[in-house]
């Protein structure tokens, strides 16, 4: 098998550094439960990016991921998220790009495998319009994929990561048990894994110096990249643009 993932920071990885400050995330952990149920090494890449808008997840990204030799066997898009926190956004804008990639896909015999983001809106300002593009934008998804009878995993409406303990400080980004969590949806859904089992993700206080202290660390800076046009990826290549060998598991000697 190989497989390629591309997307955002949620694809990418971020809020779940290592020590050496690279990203793991959910993709980094479904290639390693592809391996591990499979017995065998598979071949991974990926080629998500944080900050990217849609557009170019859909036409660079993939380009790249379609170039890949051999071409992969599996391929996840997730994407929007960005997209969903500009001013004036078209979720059938949105959907029609997704069908252009799922076409694509499609007609080069490579299996692709739709994803819609955890929902981040509870906790962040303005979530309830975040909230409102994000059930717009999964339902145009869900129906495309029922249309193209591809794989959808609908990790926005899943209850439990929405619960605080799931995310990192910036409220915006999955943290370590969140990617955890994504990653065992996503591999049971596709027959790759039991169901995930819940995880001991304390929820943070949220006190008035908390609250102060999340928007002059996470907010007011976003804002700040926003009003100068910049992106938190601007200058990133995604973190494994060619194959990369995800081994199996050694196996456990039986007596």
């Known amino acids: 098998m190989h497989y390629a993932a591309i997307g955002d920071s949620f694809t990418e990885g971020v809020g779940d550094e290592l020590p050496d400050g690279s990203t793991r995330g959910?993709?980094?952990?479904?290639?390693?439960?592809?391996?591990?149920?499979?017995?065998?090494?598979?071949?991974?890449?990926?080629?998500?990016?944080?900050?990217?808008?849609?557009a170019p997840i859909v036409t660079e990204q993939l380009d790249a991921a379609l170039s890949l030799d051999p071409l992969p066997t599996l391929l996840t898009l997730n994407g929007g998220g960005n997209d969903m926190l500009r001013r004036h956004i078209e979720a059938a804008d949105l959907v029609a790009l997704t069908e252009r990639a799922v076409r694509r896909c499609v007609d080069a015999g490579v299996r692709i495998v739709l994803i819609s983001g955890a929902d981040p809106s509870a906790r962040l300002p303005l979530g309830g319009v975040v909230r409102r593009r994000g059930e717009v934008l999964t339902a145009g998804i869900a129906e495309l994929a029922t249309r193209y009878g591809t794989d959808f995993v609908d990790v926005f409406h899943d209850a439990e990561i929405r619960r605080p303990g799931y995310w990192s400080p910036d409220r915006l980004h999955l943290g370590p048990a969140g990617h955890r969590r994504a990653a065992g949806l996503i591999l049971a859904a596709l027959g790759e894994g039991p169901?995930?089992?819940?995880?001991?993700?304390?929820?943070?206080?949220?006190?008035?110096?908390?609250?102060?202290?999340?928007?002059?660390?996470?907010?007011?800076?976003?804002?700040?990249?926003?009003?100068r046009g910049h992106s938190s990826g601007d200058g990133r290549d995604g973190k494994h643009p060619a194959w990369t060998v995800v081994p199996a598991p050694a196996r456990t000697p039986t007596r």
């Open 195 to 227: 169901a995930p089992e819940l995880a001991e993700a304390g929820d943070p206080a949220r006190t008035p110096r908390a609250e102060l202290r999340y928007y002059r660390e996470h907010v007011i800076p976003w804002v700040g990249r926003r009003l």
């Open 26 to 54: 959910w993709a980094d952990l479904v290639a390693a439960g592809l391996a591990r149920n499979r017995g065998e090494p598979i071949g991974y890449a990926n080629l998500a990016v944080r900050g990217r808008l849609l």
